[in-house]
């Protein structure tokens, strides 16, 4: 169930009367087979995309079989979202005529009849605490097209302020790759807790830890004259249970 309530976005555009894909990431089905809770910044195309992928669409994927190689798409359009938290809902319009595969009858009625699974959304009593398990299905751009599934632990918060917002980020102690970016962040009962985000850094803050740990210079000493030497930090963060 928590598999398939995890879809697929993307950006598609028409060239030479062929489909490309564009860009795109992952999102969570919440409140019912429709609705789907991502990431602002996955349905917002940079200026380099647009110019890339000339009157893209947006559309959803559900995944008919478990290694993600059969997808029913359907158009969705934007319901609300929030550049300063990156967060987004979108309403898929599933009572479209779907592309993709030919043979998913059964999944398409139920998706429209509400016998889909979705995840609910955790109350803010719920946690997570420190160092909860936490694990997450998304549709990263490496390993094919099927979803990927990571496990971790709640690491810790990290306050943030924005354009006059106070927000906070879930530090997540979790492999995250790129195109994972919007996917839910689920608990040990498979309740939305986050939204995978970019990054976990303050956004006025180096986004990685980096010490001057080496005679880059070769002067003899290692000091602030060197070049630093990248040490870790938390570049894996969602956004937490609170803003959503």
Not at 135 to 153: D, E, L, N
Request: hydrophobic content about 40%; some cysteine.
């Amino acid at each position: 169930e928590e598999l398939e309530s995890a879809v697929k976005l993307a950006w598609f555009y028409q060239e030479d009367g062929e489909e490309w894909y564009c860009t795109g990431g992952s999102g969570t089905l919440i409140e019912d087979p429709a609705t789907v809770l991502t990431a602002e910044h996955v349905i917002s195309l940079s200026e380099e995309d647009k110019e890339r992928c000339p009157d893209a669409y947006l559309q959803v994927g559900y995944a008919v079989d478990p290694r993600g190689g059969s997808f029913l798409w359907w158009d969705a359009e934007v319901v609300k979202s929030d550049a300063t938290l990156d967060i987004a809902v979108l309403k898929v319009l599933i009572n479209r005529e779907p592309e993709g595969v030919t043979e998913a009858t059964g999944a398409i009625e139920r998706i429209r009849s509400g016998d889909w699974p979705v995840r609910p959304v955790a109350t803010f009593e719920s946690g997570p605490n420190l160092g909860d398990e936490i694990h997450s299905f998304a549709y990263p751009v490496i390993g094919g097209y099927g979803a990927t599934y990571t496990v971790g632990s709640a690491a810790g918060w990290s306050a943030i302020k924005d354009n006059g917002k106070s927000f906070e980020y879930l530090k997540l102690d979790m492999t995250v790759a790129g195109g994972s970016s919007g996917a839910g962040v689920l608990n040990e009962y498979g309740e939305v807790i986050g939204i995978v985000l970019k990054v976990g850094a303050d956004l006025g803050s180096d986004v990685v830890d980096c010490r001057s740990l080496a005679d880059t210079n070769e002067d003899g000493e290692a000091n602030e004259l060197d070049t630093c030497v990248p040490v870790g930090g938390f570049i894996n963060a969602a956004l937490s249970l609170a803003d959503i």
